[in-house]
């Protein structure tokens, strides 16, 4: 028997299996224990819908194509979705796959149907955009779409947990890769949305895909590690359910070993080895009302010996997802530590579900009013809309994974109001989640009534309040340290506009020089009179042609040549007239590090594309040796307005006296000059000390002012510039 034939056959035996686990019989015996038939007609056929149309489509192992989205919809029927979402389901992949469109299906199917396939279709590539760019595009475009109905994401996660469940098809580099992206991606917003059934199958499912080797090696130590860990089990849930029992409490008490990817990441979050991860056994107790929590919580402690500080309140302080439950950490039978869960019935089914409860609570007939998770999705989304504003696609995915699920604080507005914060954020991150034009006017921030630095991380129970003043702008420098997307995108987003606005004077200045060199009048610069050069560099109007002459993404002279009549390109060029620095110019004017010029050096610039103009002294080596020569340099001078700090360096040579860096700093802080960078290079056997400083001075004058306080130091015994 040669190898297609066994291997046809070993196809035909795996669809049949496939058939009998995820075939249509199989979905509506699910679907009868809990929809009306009607409905259960509509879910069959958008079955005979999407068979017809994936017909001959196979996947890579092997069965029809049909059975993947059946196995889609058994997920969610298992978590009792409604037939809308289950027909969905079905036809996800139609509108990618096959030649039916959006219309076609909302005409068949409905409107509802046709807007939660198209959310969950990819975003089709366009020529020229890399895969990362894609791939970014297509998850912003899920994400939107499920602002506008949570289900979309619902129908995402089931796709994306069968394909993590039969990737053995796939080549070694694209499981990891898909591996990668749901741990990044798919995990996390299931797991911000309270869906921890399919969130633990992922991770674990990821974990095994991206490290096959590792996961293999932990498994095998948390069986060792645990032993028996059946019986361990049922020894803990007896005396637990006996001691719950004897003080009048009703309880499901559910053990169970952590799934492995949670104490894998436990260990790499903490930086702990194995074998002081400790609770690998966990417990749920589930009750019938709130005050039992508190109840059993005391009976617990009284069973097993509590560890204080691993004990945290969910119920009064719930988790960004709107999970509710006690949890405290015992020490058990053995030495062992176990983690215990203290919740009601509801807590438990929101717990698991999540945003699904929603529509489970609609089928149930129990009202049709927002679940907390759904009311807390919502917000998020909400944030979603707000932060993608004009980011690229890219930047909008890292934002989105700067703000999926993280450890947070809760911290408390002047009015006693309760704000959520991941974990590390500081006063603009709080400020910025009060209100956007809060965050932008911030400078301080009182934290329990004491002035702090913005930069100060925030902890539980704090009250904070922020001081604002009304020129105030936000900086560069909060980028280094803001934890949440929004704070993140709104400064990104300002410092993007600002150095849009610096591009356009700097951009027109230099074209207006240009042209002045040209002998073209500066009435040209019209948008009507420019309409045709604009038509050339294919730009829509005069502002985007000075933001790329600004950024150095065109030089101003050979724009400006495109300016001048058909019978002037002879034209004599004038006397080069110099730029004005001022020294206020921001985002777009550069000062070179290499020689570090300040007001009062002979200077010149050069473009360079997305820093603008790099300002160097005339004797510096870089503008001695560079390539080009003279025709490629921006004439500059200072200007009579000139303002600001600039950055010297200063190399100093003295005896190695006790003492000898203060007294040296004393004098230049004397000197009304800070120091930004001490070097101090090895002395290689010499008695003398070298040390290099970058220091803030206004110009030359106050540079030399500096130096001879400096040489009147007794150990000093050369001052130079470098």
């Given at each position: 028997?040669?190898i ?46 999407g068979a ?12 029809p194509?049909?059975?993947?989205p ?116 798919y ?11 399919l ?30 860990t ?78 204080s ?6 119920i ?27 919740r ?17 609570y ?16 919502r ?35 002047p ?254 802080s ?29 110009d ?15 150990a ?7």
């Amino acid at each position: 028997m040669d190898i297609p034939v066994i291997s046809r056959i070993g196809t035909a035996i795996r669809t049949q299996r496939v058939a009998r686990e995820y075939g249509i019989e199989a979905l509506s015996r699910v679907l009868a224990e809990y929809l009306p038939q009607e409905q259960i007609g509509e879910v069959h056929r958008a079955y005979d819908f999407g068979a017809r149309m994936h017909a001959g489509q196979n996947r890579d192992s092997g069965e029809p194509y049909i059975y993947h989205p059946l196995a889609v919809a058994r997920i969610l029927a298992e978590m009792r979705l409604d037939a809308t979402t289950l027909c969905a389901a079905i036809l996800h992949d139609v509108i990618e796959d096959t030649p039916v469109d959006k219309k076609e299906i909302a005409k068949l199917f409905g409107r509802d149907v046709a807007e939660l396939v198209d959310g969950v279709s990819k975003f089709h590539r366009v020529e020229g955009m890399t895969r990362a760019e894609a791939q970014a595009e297509s998850v912003r475009k899920l994400l939107l779409a499920m602002a506008q109905d949570l289900r979309v994401i619902l129908v995402k996660l089931a796709d994306r947990l069968h394909n993590m469940r039969t990737l053995e098809g796939l080549d070694s580099a694209k499981r990891r890769r898909v591996a990668q992206e749901t741990l990044e991606i798919y995990a996390p917003i299931a797991q911000r949305l309270g869906i921890n059934t399919l969130r633990t199958e992922l991770e674990d499912l990821s974990f095994h895909n991206l490290h096959p080797k590792r996961y293999e090696v932990f498994q095998k130590a948390v069986n060792e590690r645990l032993g028996d860990t059946k019986s361990l089990i049922k020894e803990i849930e007896h005396k637990l359910e006996r001691g719950l029992r004897e003080e009048g409490i009703g309880a499901a008490v559910i053990g169970r070993q952590k799934n492995l990817y949670g104490v894998y990441e436990k260990m790499q979050r903490k930086r702990v080895r194995f074998l002081d991860v400790m609770d690998l056994l966990g417990f749920r107790i589930v009750v019938a009302k709130l005050d039992d929590c508190y109840r059993s919580l005391g009976i617990i402690h009284h069973i097993f010996r509590p560890i204080s500080e691993l004990f945290n309140d969910y119920i009064a302080n719930p988790k960004v997802n709107g999970y509710q439950s006690l949890h405290t950490t015992c020490v058990g039978p053995q030495g062992r530590k176990i983690e215990v869960q203290i919740r009601t019935r509801d807590m438990h089914h929101i717990a698991e579900s999540g945003v699904a409860a929603h529509w489970q609570y609609k089928l149930g007939g129990k009202g049709d009013s927002q679940s907390a998770p759904q009311v807390r999705a919502r917000e998020w989304l909400g944030n979603l809309f707000e932060m993608q504003g004009g980011a690229g696609a890219l930047d909008f995915i890292d934002n989105v994974k700067v703000d999926l699920f993280p450890d947070e604080v809760y911290v408390f507005t002047p009015k006693g109001h309760i704000r959520r914060l991941p974990r590390g954020a500081t006063a603009v991150d709080f400020a910025y989640s009060v209100h956007s034009e809060l965050g932008d006017h911030c400078v301080a921030a009182r934290i329990d009534q004491q002035l702090e630095p913005l930069n100060t991380p925030l902890r539980n129970g704090q009250t904070i309040e922020i001081i604002t003043a009304r020129h105030a702008r936000p900086n560069a420098a909060w980028l280094n340290y803001v934890k949440t997307a929004k704070a993140r995108s709104h400064i990104r987003n300002f410092l993007k506009n600002q150095r849009e606005d610096e591009a356009i004077r700097l951009g027109r200045r230099l074209l207006e020089i240009a042209l002045r060199e040209l002998k073209v009048p500066l009435s040209v610069l019209k948008e009507e009179a420019a309409e045709s050069v604009l038509k050339v560099f294919g730009l829509h109007d005069l502002e985007d042609l000075f933001i790329s002459i600004g950024t150095g993404s065109r030089l101003a002279p050979l724009v400006a040549r495109h300016f001048l009549p058909d019978n002037g390109l002879s034209a004599t060029v004038g006397d080069s007239l110099p730029l004005a620095v001022e020294g206020t110019e921001g985002l777009v004017i550069d000062y070179a590090k290499c020689c570090h010029p300040i007001p009062g050096d002979d200077i010149c610039g050069y473009v360079s594309i997305g820093r603008g103009i790099v300002v160097h002294r005339l004797e510096c080596r870089h503008v001695q040796t560079r390539k080009g020569g003279p025709q490629e340099r921006i004439p500059l001078i200072w200007s009579e307005k000139v303002q600001g700090d600039f950055l010297a360096e200063v190399r100093l040579k003295a005896e190695n006296r006790r003492g000898l860096l203060a007294n040296v700093a004393g004098e230049i802080s004397s000197a009304n000059a800070s120091i930004e960078n001490v070097q101090m290079p090895d002395r290689n056997g010499s008695e003398a000390l070298e040390m290099r400083f970058v220091i803030t001075v206004r110009d030359r004058v106050h540079l030399a002012r500096v130096l001879r306080r400096l040489r009147r130091l007794d150990a000093v015994q050369r001052v130079t510039r470098v």
